[in-house]
């Protein structure tokens, strides 16, 4: 009987008094022996992992992971070789041998049966289709933010990674590791109870309409759209640059409101504990007249998208403002932390898979976070109050609106029906 995985609930530790004292607490190291392995990788082996898409981002985690000597990287992947040469190449600099394979297509990967693991990095309109192939071939996946791209795709992922019995964290890093700092602040009543939350990320995104080029060679163009709408080859449409490129257009993903919305969003739920619930509305800009688009959570939270903010929590008896503000909790509080000791998001995705428990950033957190950036996103199209039932995954009478919450799926690149 295969072992169920567990939430750990291991990893939320009392700060300490001296959390009081300094605003954050270093995780306690806890030995491996404490939590049992239920069939994990053991510590004493390197969990073997190979990365699907190495692009940009998929680059820069590639060498994070070479570097972490709880990983051993075997083989990478991507439709475009220029991509997957520089990749292998800096794998075999790394590791000072020959034996990274590039495997052209991701289906390849998840046959194998050498690997613990797979990065997704790909451009987001692809994270779910592998992500849930990678759950049901019995890889654990590390999968770049935002997680999903609609809301249908959202339980799919959450879905298969709880059918499949696997280890699944998003990406984000900065929700701990940037904003995690804020946690005991605020959940110690610093400033009250905290009713608005205003937001600073980029705007939402937009429809991609460039001329033709020609497709460069050692490029699958066919595989890069995958479910997307056909179109033309531009070399901007699928760039993967931080100021521009496909983050940019709906087709692919969901505007930098969402690229960093993984970020600041998802941390500042986590800052309030609240990065389990979802929104039950959306109100446009204007809307008993607010400045900025947002969207109310069951307890009343109203999270804004300001543009003209960093992070700024309100509450009954005063504001924190990110990076500026200096007060301390009040008292000692219980948060959820990295798992092990960890203090990395790779180290607490390591110990996960080691010890069979759900990672900081398990799916289902990752999941939340990108529905609200998504429900921002659909909120901006419609530019009217929407009411979202989550358990649904339902707009109460707005037909227009529920129409976006999945999206056509070119074939044959649709998303396997996990539900069936």
Request: glycine share 10%; aromatic share 10%.
């Amino acid at each position: 009987m295969k072992k169920i995985i567990k939430e750990n609930r291991l990893n939320r530790r009392h700060f300490l008094k001296t959390a009081a004292l300094t605003g954050f607490s270093v995780p306690v190291l806890l030995s491996g022996k404490i939590f049992g392995f239920n069939g994990g990788v053991s510590p004493s082996n390197k969990i073997v992992m190979m990365s699907i898409g190495v692009g940009n981002r998929g680059n820069e985690l590639l060498g994070g992971f070479c570097h972490n000597s709880n990983f051993q990287m075997i083989g990478v992947c991507d439709c475009y070789q220029r991509h997957a040469d520089r990749a292998q190449e800096r794998v075999h600099q790394f590791y000072q041998n020959q034996d990274c394979v590039i495997v052209p297509k991701y289906e390849e990967v998840l046959q194998r049966e050498d690997i613990d693991a797979v990065v997704v990095a790909t451009p987001d309109h692809w994270h779910t289709k592998i992500a849930i192939e990678a759950c049901r071939s019995g890889k654990d996946v590390y999968c770049e933010k935002p997680l999903t791209l609609t809301l249908a795709e959202g339980r799919q992922i959450v879905a298969a990674a709880r059918k499949y019995n696997r280890v699944c964290t998003g990406g984000s890093q900065r929700v701990m590791e940037d904003y995690g700092y804020m946690a005991p602040i605020i959940q110690s009543g610093a400033i009250g109870e905290v009713k608005e939350v205003f937001v600073g990320v980029g705007n939402p995104p937009k429809h991609c309409y460039l001329p033709e080029q020609p497709i460069p060679e050692g490029m699958d163009w066919d595989r890069w759209l995958g479910q997307a709408p056909y179109a033309p080859y531009n070399s901007e449409r699928c760039s993967g640059s931080y100021g521009g490129g496909w983050r940019n257009y709906t087709e692919y993903g969901n505007g930098f409101l969402a690229d960093w919305g993984a970020h600041k969003f998802g941390g500042s739920m986590y800052v309030l504990g609240i990065d389990l619930m979802e929104p039950v509305a959306v109100l446009p800009k204007g809307y008993e007249g607010a400045n900025y688009l947002s969207v109310v959570f069951p307890n009343g939270v109203r999270l804004y998208h300001a543009p003209d903010h960093d992070i700024t929590f309100v509450g009954s008896e005063g504001e924190y403002r990110h990076g500026q503000s200096t007060l301390k909790p009040l008292k000692a509080v219980d948060v959820r932390l990295y798992s092990g000791g960890a203090g990395c998001i790779a180290d607490d995705f390591a110990f996960c898979v080691r010890n069979r428990v759900r990672p900081f950033q398990d799916f289902e957190y990752a999941a939340k976070t990108a529905a609200v950036c998504q429900l921002m996103a659909i909120g901006y199209k419609v530019n009217r109050a929407l009411q979202w039932n989550a358990e649904k995954s339902e707009f109460l009478g707005d037909e227009e609106a529920q129409r976006m919450v999945s999206r056509p799926q070119r074939s044959p690149y649709t998303i396997p029906d996990i539900f069936s």
